[in-house]
Nanobody
Framework: QAQLVESGGGLVQAGGSLRLSCVVS????????MGWYRRGIGDQGELVAS???????NYGDSVKGRFTVSRDNAEKTVYLQMNKLESEDTAVYYC??????????WGQGTRVTVSP
């Protein structure tokens, strides 16, 4: 059964960096879009970043210029490099992957905590 396995979350001071990783396992299907959402305490969640199979990217306004999404198609892995972290970035980050021809897989979530 296909699943996404995330890693890389943790505690970091404001201004620091973290790198999240998410790998698709158990699926032989091609992967279309991949990316990350996040949900902080008391909010509905937001798109952080997404990337198509050809490498086109899209970012949420709050992370533009600080976060970078990338992927390795051969390894079916998506990354999120987070720089200049702020306390407002504290959230649970969920990766997603869209296997061809349709559908969406979700990771289990990894917590990122940014201390002042």
């Amino acid at each position: 059964q296909a699943q996404l396995v995330e890693s890389g979350g943790g505690l970091v001071q404001a201004g620091g960096s973290l790198r999240l990783s998410c790998v698709v396992s158990g699926s032989r299907r091609n992967i279309n879009d991949m990316g990350w959402y996040r949900r902080g305490i008391g909010d509905q969640g937001e798109l952080v970043a997404s990337i198509t199979s050809s490498g086109s990217t899209n970012y949420g306004d709050s992370v533009k210029g600080r976060f970078t999404v990338s992927r390795d198609n051969a390894e079916k892995t998506v990354y999120l490099q987070m720089n200049k972290l702020e306390s407002e970035d504290t959230a649970v980050y969920y990766c997603f992957a869209d296997p061809s021809p349709r559908g969406r897989l979700w990771g289990q979530g990894t917590r990122v905590t940014v201390s002042p």
